[in-house]
């Protein structure tokens, strides 16, 4: 009868374990020393050995030669184990035997000592799902059971074991098996099945497992089954549902582009090759966090579970996106995972989340928006004013032509024109500051302080709607004149009037007409 991979390739000694040397360690040491405890927790997640190196453990306490760190393997004792039909070594499923009555008769066997070997050995699997008045039963022999007991509570969460149990046991946290062991395990395997795997293929399989060694084995039956024994990546992958760099990057390359149809192109493939799209957004999800990493740790990280050459081709991909680009979209992409999970329209849902992802990568920092805003438009900016006491300089001139002079026509003529435009903060600013004019252009000279109220195209409509001719306009942003800074202000007396001034400020006026929505909800004195 067929034994899938995964049960013939079971680790039966301590020495066969992948990854776990700090269990396997501490182990052999107390089996050495005979320090061997009562009460063990070996927890981690799925397919990381907790259920074998239980047994491995009965095997080594119940060997005619043990306990030993190597059990011959060739006793009836050892036999029996490996074959889960030992008499002494008990397995129970915590999932189908939770209750109380079942921890009564758990209590009432341990009473009695083994029929034939060294140790009474209990293994309880998925030990989290036992209740708590089940919990309770067990907890005094737990504590103190007869010396020829040994009890191994295996289980994927931990923190669901009350604090009771835990304090009495030693506590093993299985660890995740890491990538390129996974791979080097699962090639050893592939040839002694006689099975041709390339370096893809395995990378593959150990992706699907993600540190779990059963999944991956798993994975690797089912491929042997529907390949044969000559396995091919692409035909892994489709048998699996893994999705190749290829296709994912086909997501990247529509966002470099800003390419909402390049976007929809792909949701449309998708449904035409009968991919699912739940599981695709899970896959691009990965790919986002991969690209994430790679863009902060760099491709040599152990952190993605990749081989070397998809490694380089992450960060490659990673460095044509910013941290929070690559941060935002692997939001927007588990928000879309989630949706996906709960709608009866996946093919919508999943066209709109990848056409925010586009939209997403438009976005300008807060920051970043608020200097554009401010930013002095034009050419290089005039000189600035000469410092008081010091004569002015010449008028500047443009281009050969005439130089400019002062125009108080024109300063008038544009306020007019702010103001029956509605514009009153740009007339504002058209007060303060110092408009020159020559052969057609126009160069206003503005504090700085007045920056968002003045921009080319503003100033261009005022000439406009003064029926003036159509003017080249420079504006050059200054520091005020000192001969016009009065007296410092006074402190505003209270919370109300310091509002008001700081509504009243130029910059703070402009912001708001740009954002009318804005809410202003308090108001700070930096200087205090």
């Known amino acids: ?80 184990i490996a074959a889960s039909g030992a008499l002494d070594v ?38 989290h799902q036992i209740t708590s008045e089940a919990f309770n039963a067990l907890l005094k022999t737990l504590e103190e059971p007869p010396g020829w007991v040994v009890f191994v509570l295996c289980t994927t969460e931990a923190h669901k074991i009350p604090a009771t149990i835990v304090s009495r046991c030693q506590h093993f946290s299985f660890r995740s098996v890491d990538f390129e062991e996974l791979v080097a395990r699962l090639e050893w395997i592939c040839r002694q099945e006689g099975i041709e795997a390339d370096a893809e293929t395995l990378a593959v399989l150990a992706q699907v497992g993600e540190g779990s060694v059963r999944d991956s084995l798993s994975a690797l039956d089912q491929a042997i089954a529907h390949c044969g024994i000559q396995l091919k990546a692409p035909e ?75 490694r380089e081709r992450l960060a490659a991909i990673a460095a044509s996106f910013s941290e929070p680009d690559l941060t935002r979209y692997l939001q927007l992409t588990l928000d879309l995972f989630r949706d996906l999970q709960y709608s009866l329209q996946p093919r919508l849902h999943m066209e709109i989340g990848l056409i925010r992802l586009v939209e997403a990568g438009k976005l300008l920092p807060i920051e970043q928006a608020l200097a554009n805003l401010a930013a002095a438009p034009g050419d290089s ?32 003529r544009l306020r007019s024109a702010f103001t029956e435009l509605g514009m009153k903060f740009s007339a504002d600013a058209v007060e303060h500051s110092e408009v020159m004019e020559s052969a057609g252009e126009l160069h206003l000279r503005t504090p700085k302080d007045f920056a968002l109220a003045m921009r080319p195209a503003d100033v261009e409509k005022a000439i406009k709607q003064v029926g003036g001719d159509r003017r080249k306009v420079k504006i050059t942003f200054v520091e005020a004149a000192e001969a016009q800074a009065g007296p410092a202000p006074a402190a505003p007396e209270n919370q109300d009037e310091l509002m008001r001034r700081a509504l009243a400020h130029p910059e703070v006026e402009r912001f708001r007409e740009v954002f009318p929505e804005a809410e202003v909800r308090g108001v700070r004195d930096l200087k205090e």
Not at 44 to 70: D, Y
């Open 236 to 310: 892994v992958r489709a048998l699996l549902g893994v999705f190749s760099l290829e296709a994912l990057d086909q997501v990247t390359r529509a966002l470099a582009d800003s390419s909402a149809a390049r976007m929809l192109a792909l949701v449309d493939e998708l449904v035409r090759n009968g991919h699912h799209l739940q599981h695709f957004c899970r896959e691009l999800a990965r790919y986002f966090r991969n690209l994430l990493v790679a863009r902060i740790a760099g491709q040599e990280t152990r952190a993605i579970a990749a081989s070397r050459q998809e």
């Open 1 to 80: 009868m067929y034994q899938v991979i995964a049960r013939k390739y079971r680790p039966q000694t301590f020495s066969e374990l992948v990854n776990q040397e700090h269990v396997r360690t501490t182990l052999e040491n107390a089996l050495s020393q005979d320090r061997i405890a009562h009460g063990y927790i070996f927890s981690g997640q799925r397919g990381t050995g907790k259920t074998s190196v239980a047994r491995i453990l009965a095997r080594c306490l119940n060997c005619v030669l043990g306990p030993t760190v190597a059990p011959c393997g060739k006793c009836e004792s050892c036999t029996e």
């Open 381 to 412: 900016p005039l000189p600035a004013p000469p410092a008081a006491g010091r004569p002015a300089a010449a008028p500047t001139l443009f281009g050969g032509q005439e130089e400019a002079r002062p125009s108080a026509s024109w300063k008038e």
């Open 90 to 127: 008990i397995e129970i499923d915590a999932a189908s035997n939770r209750g109380i009555n079942e921890m009564r008769e758990l209590r009432e066997s341990v009473r009695y000592r083994p029929a034939r070997d060294r140790y009474k050995v209990f293994i309880i699997d998925e030990a």
